[in-house]
């Protein structure tokens, strides 16, 4: 149980699109999911939690207009990269606040989508 | 510094112990995580524990923690090849967020 999947799992585009990533929890609700930045070789940081039906709350220094989240049902979160650039190109992780509690050994990770912008 | 510390690399050989350290930042926090990472995957819990705990054991996983010194290790014992991974040790603040350390990269060699 407690699965996360993660769509597209790689994905290429070019400089100016807007690309979406969708985050589903398999077989839990789940009222809150987190959306993390890695870049290569260095630790996960937390750009943004989603709570269902509300507003992401985005951490000090992530643009919401650039990332923009929705949260619309208990078992999807989606990440939309907007006009993308180079620098946007990161590994992105979501997880998902399965059931148990509010602590951190709830919380399930996707296996990532790798994003790179030409 | 304000980074959740770790040092960078550990090489082992198979069939030894390996340690992994982690200097973690909030005295408060409530629980403190260690994951795994293989190449291009998400995050694999490995084991928790919880701040008023200084050992926890699970099969070939112990965890100690000093909270006086705030420093978390992770030893493996018996490292196996299939162990080579990145290690993110974490801690929770305000039970809302995962603060991860900048994570060490184990390679076991046999």
């Known amino acids: 149980g407690a699965v996360v999947s993660q769509h597209p799992s790689r994905v290429i585009c070019k400089s100016g699109t807007s690309v979406k990533i969708e985050c589903r929890s398999l077989d839990f609700q789940a009222t809150t999911m987190f959306w993390y930045r890695q870049f290569p070789k260095q630790s996960l940081m937390l750009m943004a939690t989603?709570?269902?039906?509300?507003?992401?709350?985005?951490e000090q220094g992530v643009e919401k207009d650039k990332f923009l989240i929705n949260h619309a049902s208990l078992t999807l979160s989606t990440l939309t990269v907007t006009s993308a650039h180079p620098e946007d190109s990161s590994f992105y992780i979501c997880?998902?606040?399965?059931?148990?509690?509010?602590?951190?050994?709830?919380?399930?990770f996707g296996p990532g989508t790798r994003l790179l912008v030409l | 510094g304000e980074d959740v510390e770790q040092s960078l690399f550990l090489s082992v050989r198979e069939g030894d112990s390996s340690v992994i350290n982690c200097t973690y930042i909030?005295?408060?926090?409530?629980?403190l995580y260690w994951y795994k990472q293989e190449p291009g995957a998400g995050l694999q819990l490995l084991t928790y524990i919880f701040s008023n705990m200084d050992m926890k054991q699970d099969q070939r996983l112990t965890v100690l923690l000093n909270k006086k010194d705030k420093h978390l290790s992770l030893r493996i014992a018996d490292t196996q090849t299939g162990d080579s991974a990145i290690y993110f040790c974490?801690?929770?603040?305000?039970?809302?967020?995962?603060?991860f350390g900048t994570g060490t990269r184990l390679q076991v060699f046999p």
């Open positions: 974490a801690e929770t603040v305000n039970t809302d967020k995962l603060i």
């Open positions: 997880s998902a606040r399965g059931p148990g509690g509010a602590g951190g050994e709830t919380q399930y």
């Open positions: 909030d005295s408060s926090s409530t629980y």
């Open positions: 989603s709570n269902e039906g509300s507003k992401a709350t985005y």
